[in-house]
């Protein structure tokens, strides 16, 4: 990412706006996140939020 992009962390340490950043890393490497991507990415979530 450009200098000057905050990656912001709640009390928990998770990231605040984290669809934000996805998108924006998978910019990065050329990637497009379509609704397959989305479903894995947000089940990964999911599954370790609630560990």
Known sequence: ????????????GYLIKQRDVTIKLAKKENL????????VLNLMHDVYIFK
């Open 32 to 39: 497009e996140l379509n609704d397959e991507y989305w479903l």
């Open 1 to 12: 990412m450009k200098r000057g992009n905050i990656i912001e962390f709640d009390a928990e």
